[in-house]
């Protein structure tokens, strides 16, 4: 189910597995505002009953993270872990990427980072006792 999406990004949530999902489509020229009202409200919603739920980003398509949009990655990231991230794992296509993500994260182990969605996606569902998908 989509939560809310534009032509740079969506975002799904999938409470089964208390899990939102965003998928960047490169360009990071969106509005920041409405992006992170939109995330709040599907990670609140993916938490239902219990008090934490897991992320799933794709930045595949992107392969730098502008400077501009450092201090809202890092206030969203913040924002995550004050309000019940266990997990989130990020996908990355580049080595300049993922260092620009933990730089923002501050190597915090709660994120972690993988070239591929099997990866990602096995990560998440191991760590919260799911069974394998088919």
């Given amino acids: 189910m ?4 534009s032509d740079m990004y969506s975002i799904k949530r999938d409470t089964s597995k208390n899990r939102v999902i965003i998928l960047f489509d ?3 020229d969106y509005n920041v505002d409405v992006f ?3 995330f709040m409200e599907a990670a609140n919603f ?3 009953a219990r008090p934490h739920f897991d992320a799933l980003v794709d930045h ?3 392969n730098i993270l502008p400077q501009e949009r450092t201090k809202h990655s890092e206030a969203m990231a913040l924002w995550c872990l004050e309000n019940g991230l266990r997990r989130s794992a990020n996908i990355v296509s580049s080595a300049v990427m993922r260092m620009q993500l933990k730089r923002v994260t501050d190597s915090n182990p709660h994120f972690a980072y993988f070239q591929s969605r099997e990866d990602a996606e ?3 569902d191991a760590e919260a006792g799911l069974p394998k998908s088919a």
């Fill in 36 to 38: 992170f009202q939109e």
């Fill in 60 to 62: 595949s398509r992107t």
């Fill in 46 to 48: 993916a938490k239902c």
């Fill in 26 to 28: 490169g360009a990071r």
């Fill in 2 to 5: 989509i939560q809310a999406s």
């Fill in 122 to 124: 096995a990560w998440l």
